[in-house]
């Protein structure tokens, strides 16, 4: 597990390269031009997508706490 | 001097009412006059409406002319006024929205939810009035004041503040008005959130009677009796803090708040910061919130086409919480052979446990044995959580959609 561990850390710079360069070539772009894309759209499309989206991420997150009491209930009962 | 110059100077506050500025001031008397007579003889939300309704009549006292800058304020307004301190010091940084929180926190008890987690979609399906308000309020606002016209960024920000409102939560409103940097908006748009959720059992029974049948109204439900494990009660404030805040970062100050107060009354080893967080820290900040709040009642800020706008749509975004609750559990009942009472939708606004109330209220008087409070209840509380996770959901995309400049 040590020899696993120790393979893990020499490789994690590594990774860290490659993700900072993806960041930097790929995702800040993309986030650049759809953050712009989004500016540009018309009042009241914005304000759809806010409700869309706004009552989608409520439902998500309600439904991970409903998740959640769940997981607790069946940890309380030993199962 | 003039002996007529020293009589004016005296007296310069009675010749100041019978100006036109002062015919406001008379105007936002009445006004405050009125709030503090729902709050002591109808004793609608007393807590909050004379706090209120007292810190009107102080923001609107003739003003007194500052001898360095020649600005003319309410004393208890001016640089150094007791309000201005206060309203700096609580509302500017957000910072009693949060204290209140944690009081609310210590209040509420998650048992109901933990036990039926069902409930806890009502809590999603009441945010529904905000978001209907927002799209609504993008249409009304540039129209029924066209100062704003062409100005996106204010027609999306006051939308925003608008639609919480219907959440009957005053300091996710207060928090979400603040961050869009709405003061000239904050009176009229905090006085509609406190006044609504004060006015719950007046706004809510005609909505619901109107959305259900009798035999809708008479349904009864089960109820399991046996208390949530303590680990759970424990966990529970943990969990959906880190949930919450990972998905919904900007929520996090308010459900952060509100589950430390939780955690500190269920963890078991605090009783006396819990009743200290749910009495003394409560009762003080309430009472520097509302004199706070009605200090911003301002005539020249209040008196406007704005303030009314903002109530109708403040109300218009009420009602919808309370019908989306409503229409949804209807939803569900297409498909569950067990129904669930429509009305337990509806106290999934976040007006807790005065919504919870009314609802037990509404059943009792169709049937005397009908007993939902406690499914109330846990709709009640979730919607207190769905309330905070819309208001973060509203910052953050309408952030978005302003090139993250908020």
Known sequence: MFKWFAALTETAPVVEEVLETVTETVAEPVAEVASNALVALPLFTKGLLVTLMGLLGVFLVL???????????????GK | MDFVAILKELFSGVLYLATGAGLKTLAMFAIAGILIYLAIRKD???????????????????????AVTGVGAASALGEHGFLTVLFNAGIANELFPILIFIGVGAMIDFSPLLKDPSMIFFGAAAQFGIFATFLVSLVLIPIVLPATA????????????????GAADGPTTLYVANHFDLKDYMAPISVAAYSYMSLVPVI???VIKALTTKKERMIRMDYNEQRASRLALILFPIIVTAVAGIIVPMSAPLVG????????????????????????????????????IGGTMVAENFLRLDTLLIMALGLFAFVFDTAGGVLFAKFLNLFRKTKINPMVGASGISAFPMSARVIQKIAKEED??????MQSISANVSGQLGSIVAGGMVITLVSMMLGGIW
């Open chain 2, 257 to 292: 708040s509100l589950m430390f107060g939780n955690l500190i009354r269920e963890c078991g080893v605090l009783e006396r910061l819990s009743k200290t967080a749910q009495n003394e820290l409560a009762n003080l900040v309430t009472i520097l919130l509302g004199i706070t």
């Open chain 2, 44 to 66: 609608y939300e007393p807590a909050l409406l004379l706090p209120i309704g007292f810190g009107a009549i102080l923001a609107n006292l003739p003003p007194v002319i500052d």
């Open chain 2, 204 to 206: 809510q029974p005609p």
């Open chain 2, 150 to 165: 062409g100005d996106e960024s204010l027609i999306l920000r006051l939308a925003s503040a608008i639609g919480i409102i």
């Open chain 1, 63 to 77: 439904t991970l706490f409903f998740v959640t009491i769940k997981l607790m209930q069946k940890i309380g009962t």
């Open chain 2, 368 to 373: 005397p044995y009908n007993f939902i409070l």
